[in-house]
């Protein structure tokens, strides 16, 4: 079975400085999806980036990247140029995809959740 | 564009009782996800449907039921309410068939159990 941690209950960070969530993971899988998804106050949980373990490349979505660091299974969140709208829950979490064999394929597996609040 | 739609989205019930919850998927979305996040907790699987059929089963209790119907909607049924079963109930889809692995979550229905 796959874990998630987040070690990082709470965070906080200025507006428009830089902030880096944490997260590890264990996995005995090579093929899988990482997401980092936020949930706001009003509880809606919105997919913020996704990285595919089998690309080098970090994924990048304007503000937010990821540095996926595979063979130390550490996926942390990068949110550059903090907004107050960014205040919200993070969640990491672990997929295996369709196709890959076994079980449990396709379920979104979470971290704990890290608190971000961005102040003014 | 066209999210995932859930009713209702506030229910209360009583202990004994019987609720049912719907998810409405993406258009062209196949796949459909229950998830259930307790007061202060991470979101936990419970059951997923692909092509109208069950595809995978988390902590689900056998209290609980889920089917997907022939128009791709999902309904959850929850029998024999209990006060633990107060939480935020999400629906997710994904459009499995198209190699999407992305879910889209609805807005969550969230049940009170008194």
């Known amino acids: 079975a796959q874990t998630v941690t987040q070690s990082q209950p709470e965070m906080s960070v200025q507006e428009a400085e830089t902030v880096t969530l944490s997260c590890t993971y264990d996995?005995?899988?090579?093929?899988?999806?990482l997401f980092w998804y936020k949930q706001p106050p009003s509880r809606q949980m919105i997919l913020v980036i996704r990285?595919?373990?089998?690309k080098q490349q970090n994924a990048t979505e304007n503000r937010f990247s990821v540095n996926f660091q595979k063979a130390a299974k550490s996926f942390s969140l990068k949110i550059s140029d903090s907004q107050l709208g960014d205040t919200a829950m993070y969640f990491c979490?672990?997929?295996?995809?369709w196709g890959a064999g076994g079980t449990s394929y396709g379920k979104l597996t979470f971290g704990q959740g890290t608190i971000l609040t961005v102040h003014p | 564009a066209a999210g995932v739609i859930q009713s209702p989205r506030h229910l209360i019930k009583e202990k004994r009782e019987t609720a049912t919850l719907k998810c409405y998927p993406i258009?062209?979305?196949?796949?459909v996800y229950w998830y259930q996040q307790g007061p202060g907790q991470d979101p936990q699987f419970l059951i997923s449907?692909?092509?109208?059929?069950?595809?995978d089963k988390g902590s689900i209790p056998d209290r609980f039921s889920a089917q997907q119907f022939s128009d791709y909607h999902s309904e959850l049924n929850m029998s024999s309410l209990e006060l633990g079963d107060s939480a935020l109930y999400f629906c997710?889809?994904?459009?499995?068939?198209?190699?999407?692995?992305?879910?889209?979550f609805g807005p969550g229905t969230r049940l009170t159990v008194t």
């Open positions: 979490a672990f997929m295996k995809p």
């Open positions: 996995t005995s899988e090579n093929n899988y999806y």
């Open positions: 990285q595919e373990a089998y």
């Open positions: 258009p062209r979305h196949d796949t």
């Open positions: 449907f692909y092509e109208k059929m069950q595809s």
């Open positions: 997710a889809s994904s459009h499995r068939t198209g190699g999407g692995n992305e879910q889209y």
